[in-house]
């Protein structure tokens, strides 16, 4: 049911964090009416649910969405993740929510990869002395990935990819995620003995009920002596507390942290002064490649509503052939 000679156009709510102009030349299409928030505030958003067939979600997530109103009929968030947005309560309304899977699979994974290459061969801190004039060549030490053994918490589409490259790289990958995936290029382990286990740990598993607070301060101490720990999932994954106390104490040896529960990291957040810790803004899957992806997802799937196709990467379980309310 899209706009036809002289139809109503489709009103768009478009919440990512950019000027009109170009969320007109990312998103524009006769067919659509373009609305953005005089501020971002949760107010602002609620206040127009009620005048909007569509949604482009946020994809800081800043602007978080609970209840569709009686108008929404589908709603297309910008990114993989989608913790901002209350996912039963949509499909409670019959209103299908769809993200960009895939579009940053490979983006996330190098970035795994990359920094606990950092960490390993203590890069930042190499590049800190040159820069202070220091040249401590054969005293700052490093250790080489090949042969190391890898655990990686989660076995989507990127921690896939994620095992595909450590394993290029010499490592012995295993894995542990919340149902066994007969076809992972990874062998299955229990999470307590992954963790005990494995030199290099990588976090890539979705925030959900059961995955909130995995890596608590139990968990954390199982960790070998020196061990790494990589977090590209959510900071709710870990317990920062308790992963800031381990570090601390060395009992992990070092972090590398792309996510944190506040965001961005609060000035007085132990972290910060933390040594042995490399800290990201959450940037791992903000690459060109990626941006592009998700543009032209998020493009596509707003194109199959206008022209009455079923959409894509449905992800709370509705039917993908989107009608309109109003």
Same mark, same amino acid.
């Given at each position: ?5 002289? #139809? ?16 007109? %030349? ?5 067919? $659509? ?20 067939? $569509? ?25 993989? #993740? ?24 490979? !983006? ?8 606990? $290459? %950092? =960490? ?8 800190? %002395?040159? @820069? +202070? ?9 490093? @250790?080489?990935?090949?042969?190391? +053994? ?16 450590? #394993? ?29 286990? !494995?030199? &290099?740990?990588?976090? &890539? ?9 995995? =890596? ?18 959510? #900071? ?11 570090? %601390? ?28 810790? $490399? ?31 079923? &959409? ?15």
């Amino acid at each position: 049911m899209s706009a036809g000679p002289g #139809g109503a156009p489709w009103r768009l709510l478009a919440l990512p964090p950019l000027p009109r102009t170009a969320l007109l %030349a990312m998103f524009g299409d006769e067919r $659509l009416e373009l609305v953005v928030p005089e501020e971002r505030s949760q107010e602002a958003v609620a206040a127009l649910l009620p005048e909007v067939d $569509l949604v482009l979600g946020d994809w800081s997530p800043s602007l978080r969405l609970t209840d569709p109103g009686p108008r929404v009929c589908f709603v297309q968030q910008p990114s993989v #993740g989608t913790d901002g947005i209350d996912l039963e309560a949509f499909a409670a309304a019959g209103v299908p929510v769809a993200n960009c899977a895939g579009a940053n699979t490979t !983006s996330v994974a190098e970035w795994c990869l990359s920094a606990t $290459l %950092a =960490l390993l061969r203590r890069t930042v801190e190499g590049d800190a %002395a040159v @820069r +202070r004039g220091e040249w401590p060549q054969t005293t700052m030490g490093g @250790r080489q990935l090949a042969g190391s +053994r890898v655990g990686i918490i989660g076995m989507g589409a990127i921690g896939r990819r994620t095992a595909e490259l450590f #394993g290029a790289f010499g490592c012995s990958v295993s894995y542990w995620s919340r149902r066994r995936h007969d076809d992972a290029p990874a062998k299955w382990a229990e999470l307590d003995e992954l963790l005990a286990t !494995s030199d &290099v740990v990588v976090v &890539v598993i979705a925030l959900g009920t059961r995955t909130r607070g995995l =890596l608590d301060e139990a968990r954390l101490g199982l960790l070998k002596p020196g061990a790494v720990l990589v977090n590209g999932a959510r #900071g709710e994954v870990v317990d920062e507390a308790a992963l800031a106390r381990a570090l %601390a104490t060395g009992a992990v040896g070092a972090a590398a942290l792309d996510v944190f529960v506040t965001e961005p990291l609060p000035a007085d957040s132990p972290l910060r002064t933390a040594g042995n810790v $490399l800290l990201s803004p959450h940037m791992a899957g903000s690459t060109v490649q990626a941006a592009l992806a998700i543009v032209g997802q998020s493009t596509d799937n707003l194109r199959r509503v206008l022209s009455g196709q079923p &959409v894509v990467d449905v992800v709370n379980g509705l039917d993908p052939v989107v009608r309109r309310k109003a």
